[in-house]
C-alpha cells in the first residue's frame, strides 16, 4: 500500500483511487479526488513516499513521522541558547519521552548526523536542565562527540559536483535520501571508530545504485581503503579473553593464581600479536615465555607449549610462525609423534612438500600411523594428483578404520572427490560420513560445500546451519553462499565477522574482495586483495584474485606482473598459472597464453579449468572442432562443470548448433553468476531463433535483475546491440546513455558511430584501443571506425557482419 | 492561511522568514516534487488559473471571523492587509474545483467574472454570494455565507486570495487555534506563541 505522509503536516495520503486521508487520531477521510489533499500538505518539507503493509501500518508510520518531526523541533529548542532554563527542562522531558520508541530515536539520530550542530552548545547548562532526561543529556553528547566525523562527512558531500547527480535539486534529493537511510550516521560513527569503510560503502551503494559513482566518489574522499589494523588503539591484555582455558603454560615458581593470569596475559599478548601479524613481536614474547619457562619446565612441558603457539599461529593464518614454532617443538622433544606431525601440517600449510614428507615419516616411525597416512594424502591432493590422493585416503581409512584420527581421512578422501568434480560422489559421502559422525563440524561444513558446488544454496543454507558452531569455517561457508547468490550485503557482513576475529583469514579476506568485484567495485576489490596478499603471503589465492581483478580493469601489464611474481612464488597451483594465461590472453598475447596453458596441462593433466583456456584459446585461433571436443570430453569426465557445459554451449552457438546449446542451458530460475552466464547465452538463442523483439524482454529482466556486475555489462551490452541490429537506433543509444559504465566499450562505439555521435564514439573507440587487445575485439573496432569515418580505409564488412561478431564477441567474453 | 501545528513552528523559527511557495520550495531545493504524484497536477491546475505567475502564488482563503480552513490545518494565520494588499487578488473558488466546474485545461483562458483585486474583493463576493444574503442576516452570518461552517471538510466552498510572492513571518497579524492536549505538542505550541507575540502577532486560543 502506497502512502505520503508528513509528520510536519500530520497527514497521511493513500493516493490509490479513491484516495483517502488520514490525521492522527481522526477517521479516514475519503477524497473524490487527489487533488483535494493537495495543500494539506502545503508549508510542510516532509512528505514522503512510503510503501506499507496495511492501513495500520500507515497509522503506525504516521504516529512515528509526527513524533520525530516534534522532537527534531524539541531538540533544536533544547539547544537553542537564547531558551529559559525552565523551557529546556520541558523540552528535554518531552524528548525524554518520545524518544523511548527506537524507530523514532533513529530517525531522530539519523537526522542529527545528517549535519554539523550550527553553535556551539553548552553542555553544563544543558546538564543541569536534564536530571530527568539522562538519554537526552546522553544522545546530545553523543552527537557533540560525532561533530569532527560529521563535518568531515558533509563536508566532502558538499564538495561533490552536482553534475554526478545530474543536477542540485538531485544531488539534494539524494542527501535527504542516504539521510534518511542513515548512511550519514552509518558513517559518521565508523570514521569516528576508524573503522573500515568498505563495507559500509558497498551497503550503500548496494542501496543507491543510482548514485553509485557519487558514493564511490564520497566515501573515497572521506577515507580510501581497507583499514589499516596498525592503527588500533593500544592494547590491554588483562582486558582481553581468549576462547581457549586449556592453556598448557605453567610457570611452577610463582603461586598457582598468579602464574595463571601471567601467562594468561603472554598467552593473549601473543594472539593479539598473531591478528594483527606483528611477527616480530609474536616471536619476542615467545621467547621471553619459554625463556621464563625454561628454568622450571621439563621439554615436554615446553614442547607442548610451543605446539600450542603454533597450533595458534595456524588459527590466526601466520604459516612462517606455525613452521618456525612447530620445528622449535620437535627439537625441544623429537621423539613425540605430536611434534613431529604439527610441523608437518605447518609444512604442508607453505607448500614445502619434501620437508613434510621426512616429518611425516618421523611421526610414523614414532607410532602415530593414521595421522602420517593422512598427511600423505594432503601433500598428493595438494600436487593435483587426485587419483593417488583419493586412493591414498581410501586406504587409509581401511588399513585403520578403528582409530582416532581416521575420520580425517575420510573427509580429505570426500574432500578429494570435490576436487575431481564428482560432486553427486562427494554428496553421497559426506551423507554417510555426517551419518556415522553426527558431531563433527567438518563433515557437515564439507556436505553444505558440495551444496554449493551444485548450486543448490538453499539447502547448502541450512546445512551449514546443522554445521552449528560458530567457526570461521562455517561462516566463511553460508558467506560464499551469499555471494555465489548475489546477496553481497549478507555475505560481505560474514566475512566482516570472520575477519573481526581472525584478520589473517584467507577465505574471508578474498571472499570480501571477491564481493567487492561481483559487485563492480573494481578498485576497493584491488585494495582488498592487496591487503589479502599483504596478510596472507603464504596462500595463492589472494595473489589470483589481484591479478583477475587487475585484468578486469584491464591493467593487463600490471596483472600479468602480479601473476608472473604468483607463479614463481607457488608453482605447485595450477590456478595461477590458468590466471596468466587468461590475462595474457587478454592482453593479445595469444601465443603466451597458449604456451603457458600448455606448460600447466603437461604439469596438471586433470585440471579442468586448464581444459577449457586451452579450448578458448583453440577458438580464437579458429580451430572451433578441436575447441569442442575438448571440452566434451572435459564434461564427460567431470558432468557438473559449470564453466565446461557454459563454454560448450557459447561454442555451439557460435558454430550454430542451437539445439546443442539449448541442451546445455537449462532454464532454471538464475541465481548464481553462472546462471546468469546462461541466461544471456539462453537470450542469444532467443535473439537467433525468434529475433530481438522478444528477447529483449529478456534483457530488461535480466539488466534490472542480475546483482552480478559483469554479467550486468554483457546483458547490457547485449541487449544494445541487439536494438542496433534491429535498427532501433534511439533504443540502443538510450541503454547506452542510462549506464555508459556498465556496457561494452566495443558496443558503446557501436552505438554512438551509428547514432552520429562522433565525439564520443571516437572516446570509445580510443578506449577500446587502450584497453582490449583480443583480435577480434580490436578487428571490429577497427572496421566500426572505418565505416563511419572515425578512420581511414575503406570498410570491408557490411553492418550485419558488424552486429555478428560484436555478438559473438560478447559471447566469448561471457563464456 | 491554515497550517498544522509543525508547519507553523517551521515557518515562524525557520531560518528563512518567507514562507514560500511550493514552487519556490522546489527551487529553493526544500521540496521534491517527483516524490508525490500528485504535485504535477498540482501545477496543471495552478498554471491553468494563473498561467503566467503560479510558481510565485501563495494561497489563502478569505474569511470574516478569522478562522479559516481548518481542513488544511488546525492554525488560522491571518495576515494584516499591509502585507499583501498590493499584491493579492481574490478568486471565485479553489482552483482544483474551478477546473473541474469551467471544464478548464491549461492553455484555456479563464473565464471572465471570478477574479478581482484585492480591494474589489467585496465585488466578487458580492458577485459570487449575492443570492445567499437576506434581509435579518447579521454580521456574524456573512461571515458564514462567505465561507461555509463545513471547515474541516474538502469540498468547504469559500473565496480563494492569491498573493503573489513570498509571505514573511513579520506580516502575520493573528494566528487563531487550539491549545493542543499532549505535552509535547503544547510545548512546540508554547514556544511558537512567545515567537508570534514577540513578532508581534496576536495568539487567540480557540475551544
Redesign the interface.
Known sequence: MKA?I??????A?L?DRPAR?IRIGQPE?T??????????F????D???HQLSDLSDVRIQLAHE??F???L??L??FLDPSESEE?VT??A???E??IQTPEVFLMLERRMYSSPLPFPIEVNHLTRATKNAPSVIKFVCDIISHQAAISRICKSFEELSPSLFES??QK??AR?HLSDWGAFLLLSKAVAKNQDLSFLRLQISAKFGYWKEAIALWTAKIRPGVADRSAKADFHPAMMETDDEDTPFVTPHLPSHVAYQQVRAQQVAIVQRLKDRDVDGARRFTDELIQRQRNNSTAEQIAKSLSYLATQAKRQEVPELQVEWAAWAERENPEDPLTSGHLADAFITVGNYGEAEQALDRTASFGNQVYAATGRGRILRALGRYEEARASFLETTKDYEDQDGVEYAHAGAAETLRDQGRYIDALEEYKNLTDRWPFEETFWNGYASTLVDLGRFQEALVTFGKAGAKSPVTKNGKASVYRQGGKFLEAAALYDEVIEEFPNNHVALTGRAEVLRLNGALEDAAVAYRVAVERCPFIPYPILGLGNTLSEMRNFAESVRVLKNGVEQFPDTPSLQIGLAKSLRRSGDTAEALRITDICLRRFPADTQAWILKSTLLNECGQNDEAIAILKRTLSEHPYSFAASTKLAALLIECGDIAGARALLPEIEPRSSWDWTRFILRAEIEVLEHGAGKASRMFERGVSQCPFHRQRVLLRSAWASAELGRRRWREARRLVDAAPLEIEPIVRLSVYAATHRPGLARIALQEVMDTNHVAVVVNLADEIAKRHGLRSGKPVHDFDWIIRTQRTAILLEAA | MNRSLGSLSEWINGSNDLFLSFHKQVHLLKRHPQENEWDPQREAAEAAINPYAFQEINFAALSLDGTGMTYYGEYAVTLSTYSIDERASVFEENPFNFNRNHHLTSGKPVPHGYRATWAQRDMLATAKLHSSIKPAMTADDFALVLMEDRRSESDCDFIEVHIYGDVNRKGIERVIGPMPDERRKRAIFNQARRKLIELGAKVEISG
Do not use: N, T
Open positions: 505520503i508528513s509528520g510536519q503536516a500530520g497527514v495520503l493516493p486521508l477521510i477524497l473524490r479526488d487527489i487533488q483535494e489533499a493537495v495543500r494539506c502545503d508549508g510542510a518539507d512528505a514522503k513516499r509526527d513524533a518531526s516534534d522532537a523541533k524539541l533544536l529548542f523551557d520541558e523540552y522531558e518531552c524528548i519521552e518520545v542540485g535539486l539534494e534529493r535527504q
